[in-house]
C-alpha cells in the first residue's frame, strides 16, 4: 500500500475514534437527542466527516451503546449470584437506575425503542432476558409480589428514566427516594390485589414503537 494511502486510512482511523470517544461524552451529557453537530465539534472533525463515519445516528448508537449496556449484563450478573433472591432483586433495581442516572445517553436508551436488528436491540433483549431470571427467582422466593412481570419492570424504567431526566440538574439523587418508595410497595408482604392488570405483550409493543 502506498504511503500516502496508510497515512488515509490511519488518519480516518483517528477521526472515528475521535468521534466515538466525543460521542460517548456528548450523549452521556446530554442524551441522545444531543446534537450531531455538538459531537463533530469536541472531536475536532467536520459534520461531513462525522456523516462519512456514521451515515445515521441509529449507526453513532450502534457503535456506543452496546459496550455501554454491557455494563448492565454486569450488574444483572452480579445480582443472580446474591444467594438471596430478593436481595439480588433490590440490588438490581439499584445497579440500574444508578447506571441511568450517571449516564444520561444510557437512560434514554433504557426509555426507547431501537430497531430489532440494530446492535443496541440485540443488547437490550439480552439484558431483559437476564432481568427476567431476576424476578422469577425473587417471585419464587416469596419475597417479591407475585404479581410483579417483566412488563412491569419495563413501565418502572420508563418512570424513572423520566425522574431521572427533570432532575439531574437540581438534585441528582432524588430517583434514590422513589425507588425505596418502589422496592416496599413490590415487597409480597405488602401487596394487595390490583385491579388493573399489566400491560398486553400487544399493548406493551404499541407503547414502545411510539416512543
Known sequence: M???ARRLRADAARNRDKLLASAVHVFGERGLDAPLEE???QAKVSIGTLYNHFPTRQDL?????????AALERITTEALADPDPWDGFVRFLSGLFELQARDHGLNDALARRFPDDSAVGAACRSGFAQA???IERARQSGRLRADFETRDLITLMWAMSQV???S???APQTWRRHLAFVVDGLRAEAAHPIETP?????QL???IRGR
Open 2 to 4: 502506498p504511503p500516502q
Open 39 to 41: 459531537i463533530a465539534r
Open 61 to 69: 448508537f450502534d457503535a456506543i451503546l452496546p459496550e455501554r449496556l
Open 132 to 134: 427476567e431470571l431476576l
Open 164 to 166: 431521572i431526566r427533570e
Open 168 to 170: 439531574m440538574e437540581v
Open 198 to 202: 399489566p400491560l398486553t405483550d400487544g
Open 205 to 207: 409493543e404499541k407503547l
